[in-house]
T-cell receptor, first 112, second 113 residues
Framework: KQEVTQIPAALSVPEGENLVLNCSFTDSAIYNLQWFRQDPGKGLTSLLLIQSSQREQTSGRLNASLDKSSGRSTLYIAASQPGDSATYLCAVEFDSGYALNFGKGTSLLVTP | SQTIHQWPATLVQPVGSPLSLECTVEGTSNPNLYWYRQAAGRGLQLLFYSVGIGQISSEVPQNLSASRPQDRQFILSSKKLLLSDSGFYLC????????????FGSGTQLSVL
């Protein structure tokens, strides 16, 4: 079964810290991987998409990396701010599939 | 630019009542459309996806159904709701082109009582 796992489930950091969110997946045959942000009671917003041929993608203070061989991706957030508080979800499109498989997310709280 | 509309935002329905949730996409043609459900502690579960009008694929056997009567319209339905149907329902779309981002609607919080 193709699964996506995110650890930790929750994380609390003081404002200004750099942090890393982790995502692992069970099958290295992937098409792409996306990181999303979800605010409470809202839909998901796509942050970054990494194609299987890429190693990383950057957008502002966010950097996502992909290591297909080890089945891992990380989302690095630099100089965290209280506005970064949200749930971050990792989603993988496997080669054998047609839709994204989501992890359960990491709930991030950045305290002032 | 492309936008996705999903309604209603919240819905409270009694057990056994019917359901109809609607999703429309603007600014694109022939999108791939998806219905996901998010239940507390369970992550997002893919319910249905569609690659074209009248083409629906179901991921999870249940008492829900989906239809795509028009290119940019996706409807989630049930004839009789169960308590277990409660959850946050999300519609999403993406281009049929490879390696495109997935865009979500704002979601419908359904409570079945």
């Amino acid at each position: 079964k193709q699964e996506v796992t995110q650890i930790p489930a929750a994380l609390s950091v003081p404002e200004g810290e750099n942090l890393v969110l982790n995502c692992s997946f069970t099958d290295s045959a992937i098409y792409n991987l996306q990181w999303f942000r979800q605010d409470p009671g809202k839909g998901l917003t796509s942050l970054l998409l990494i194609q299987s041929s890429q190693r990383e993608q950057t957008s502002g203070r966010l950097n996502a990396s992909l290591d297909k061989s080890s089945g891992r991706s990380t989302l690095y957030i630099a100089a965290s701010q209280p506005g970064d508080s949200a749930t971050y979800l990792c989603a993988v499109e496997f080669d054998s599939g047609y839709a994204l498989n989501f992890g359960k997310g990491t709930s991030l709280l950045v305290t002032p | 630019s492309q936008t996705i509309h999903q309604w209603p935002a919240t819905l409270v329905q009694p057990v056994g009542s019917p359901l109809s949730l609607e999703c429309t996409v603007e600014g694109t043609s022939n999108p791939n459309l998806y219905w996901y459900r998010q239940a507390a502690g369970r992550g997002l579960q893919l319910l249905f996806y569609s690659v074209g009008i009248g083409q629906i694929s179901s991921e999870v056997p249940q008492n829900l159904s989906a239809s795509r009567p028009q290119d940019r319209q996706f409807i989630l339905s049930s004839k009789k709701l169960l308590l277990s149907d409660s959850g946050f329902y999300l519609c999403a779309w993406r281009s049929g082109t490879a390696n495109e981002k997935l865009f979500f609607g704002s979601g419908t919080q359904l409570s079945v009582l």
